[in-house]
């Protein structure tokens, strides 16, 4: 017996502190789990949530269910690569149980003028506890360009997105939404103009939170036409953000009071900007800055979020979607996109920022397909992420949460038997659910053909409602852990996306790699395969090139095509002009004034937030590109 117990104290001896901490809290872990209710901070709040739901049949269903393990080496093994919700390496999601009250819906629009697009964002969030409102711009913005009568950007003004030039165009279209509340976010998919777009958004926060600070504020009249929402206010927008059309709070109010109230919104708005200018130059076109220019306003960008206390808002969302939509298998996408975000990690780290003030204002965003991949690419994201972040920069807990922020699958969407596309959007949505993602938007049926219209954006968010709110299994959080086929799926994902790294990084890096296309050819080469297979129906997809129905299945028009009307495209450049007219004689003096910081390396952001105030979206990217110079693509 002596003996025995001497051996085990050997053993014991040999272990690492992480090892013994592991095996010691095992105990408290389980007991932790085995209570009606679930007990964890954040941000030093104490927040306690119920551990079970109750089925139909009186059946009580655990949130979060523990191993049976006994084998020190199988419970090691576990918490090293599993782990439960919130803990590290955060496999299973990288929050110990999803908020109460609170589904992941994310609802995505963008048409005409700011006005249409606000009456879709409130038909689709009504009686939404959480506002989570994702918005698309047409190319017209995209671009960086202001509406015109120029015959190449008149016919995009408002297409396939929302037309957005001015400050005033912003607060009209997140009228009615408190943009300072914890239950309202809003993400903007716009990439190349992203400061300035960003720089619009802020205005708009703080001096909503400058009319609600100041119910009794009375504006002062100026000649000319005021700005003003077009139409009838949607039900549900109380006019929040309308009362300083044309003004800035810092016009009305006493320079302290402003401050203090600017301060405070940024400290609450929450959201998040696609700026990622890599995966554009990588899979994308809307890139209108050089790489190194777009790069610095970033990091100015993430400088300004750090100075000011901006905690809550994602200064970029490093997008694997449009890596996918352009033709990339999940693992490319997977492996394009953490690596695009270790080179935002370094290029920050250059220019001296503290890790764990930057990354937990890092995003991912992916896409979800049919592949079986997709099934376990957030699970693999978090991993290699969390190590990363951990044992390379030696970052704390919460840098180490990579937040994973889901879209179905545009490309698999067919306008063959569209009624089909539901049923793959479904599973798709089933996927992202299961692997625990943050935030989820799923497409709609008739978007290979138009614009969601109101029937069909329904449909989509009922997708996700359904299997949130009466899917059984959906109600236990790490439903994926412990199947042989997700582990043996998750360790070739990791090994194949760690595979890539080494390639990329043979190529010189990122940066290195892109200077010879690396991913945009590996990419199209991808894009073809899947083509390729298609047509051949090697791979078969349902209503398109198998099982087709007695026409053949041809294209199906909805009955209803979503275009912007003449009447919004005329609107939108008399508002231009009356802006215009409103500035001009501030306008040129803050463009110059940007053009010098710039050229003085210091930070664009930061006289951003100050030139939107007088200055259209064209007249500030015109005037970037003097200093910092248009995007050409490496040949």
């Not at 009568?149 to 997140?174: F, H, M």
Request: proline content about 4%; some cysteine; overall charge negative.
């Amino acid at each position: 017996m002596d003996s025995l117990k001497e051996k085990y104290d050997g053993l014991q001896q040999k272990l690492t502190p992480q090892v013994k901490e592991l095996l010691a809290q095992w105990q408290d872990m389980q007991r932790q789990y085995a209570g009606d209710n679930f007990e964890y901070k954040v941000r030093d709040k104490v927040i306690q949530l119920p551990l079970t739901t109750k089925s139909l049949s009186g059946t009580s269903i655990k949130k979060v269910l523990l191993p049976k393990y006994k084998d020190w080496g199988d419970l090691l093994k576990w918490q090293l690569q599993e782990n439960v919700p919130g803990k590290f390496p955060f496999t299973s999601g990288v929050f110990e149980l999803k908020r109460e009250g609170e589904d992941p819906t994310r609802m995505f629009a963008g048409e005409g003028g700011p006005e249409r697009t606000n009456k879709r964002f409130h038909y689709v969030s009504v009686d939404q506890p959480a506002k989570r409102l994702s918005t698309a711009f047409d190319s017209v913005t995209l671009y960086g360009e202001d509406p015109d009568v120029r015959p190449d950007i008149y016919g995009k003004i408002g297409n396939s997105g929302v037309s957005i030039a001015t400050v005033d165009d912003i607060k009209k279209l997140y009228s009615g939404f408190n943009l300072c509340s914890p239950n309202t976010s809003v993400s903007m998919t716009i990439n190349g103009p992203a400061p300035i777009i960003l720089a619009f958004f802020m205005n708009a926060a703080i001096d909503q939170l400058c009319e609600k600070s100041n119910p009794s504020l009375t504006l002062t009249e100026w000649d000319g036409t005021k700005p003003k929402y077009e139409g009838i206010l949607p039900k549900g927008n109380d006019g929040l953000g309308l009362k300083l059309l044309g003004l800035s709070g810092d016009e009305v109010l006493p320079k302290n009071d402003y401050e203090k109230i600017k301060a405070e919104a940024l400290s609450q708005v929450r959201g998040t900007v696609q700026a990622d200018i890599l995966k554009e130059d990588q899979a994308q076109n809307t890139c209108i800055f050089s790489t190194e220019f777009a790069l610095k306003m970033m990091g100015d960008v993430q400088e300004y979020f750090i100075e000011n206390k901006v905690r809550n808002f994602y200064s970029v969302s490093i997008s694997g979607y449009h890596i996918a939509e352009a033709g990339a298998n999940p693992i490319t996408q997977l492996a394009f996109t953490l690596a695009n975000g270790f080179t935002y990690v370094e290029y920050y780290l250059s220019r001296g920022m503290n890790i764990d003030d930057f990354a937990p204002n890092l995003s991912f965003f992916f896409s979800n397909g049919m592949d079986p991949e997709y099934s376990v690419i957030g699970r693999v994201a978090r991993r290699i992420w969390a190590k990363a972040m951990k044992y390379k920069y030696k970052a704390n807990e919460r840098s180490q949460k990579l937040k994973y922020h889901i879209q179905t699958s545009g490309r698999s969407l067919h306008a063959q038997e569209i009624d089909f596309n539901d049923i793959r959007t479904t599973l798709q949505a089933l996927y992202a659910i299961y692997d625990n993602c943050n935030s989820l938007h799923t497409n709609a049926y008739d978007e290979a053909i138009t614009t969601p219209t109101e029937e069909s954006v329904r449909r989509a968010m009922a997708i996700q409602l359904i299997i949130n709110r009466e899917l059984g299994t959906a109600k236990t959080e790490n439903f994926l852990q412990g199947s042989f086929a997700i582990e043996e799926l998750t360790d070739l994902v990791e090994e194949a996306v760690l595979t890539e790294f080494d390639r990329i990084n043979d190529r010189g890096g990122v940066l290195g790699a892109m200077e010879r296309m690396y991913q945009r050819n590996k990419i199209q080469e991808e894009s073809m395969v899947y083509e390729m297979q298609k047509s051949t129906g090697e791979l078969p997809i349902i209503g398109v090139n198998t099982f087709l129905n007695k026409e053949g299945s041809p294209t199906i028009l909805p009955g209803e095509v979503i275009r912007s009307t003449t009447e919004e495209k005329d609107q939108q450049i008399k508002n231009l002009k009356a802006f215009h007219e409103r500035n001009k004689n501030e306008s040129a003096d803050a463009l110059q004034k940007l053009k010098k910081v710039a050229l003085a390396n210091g930070n664009i952001f930061a006289e951003l937030m100050e030139t939107v105030k007088c200055c259209s979206l064209g007249q500030i990217t015109n005037a970037l590109y003097e200093v910092g110079g248009q995007y050409r693509r490496s040949m």
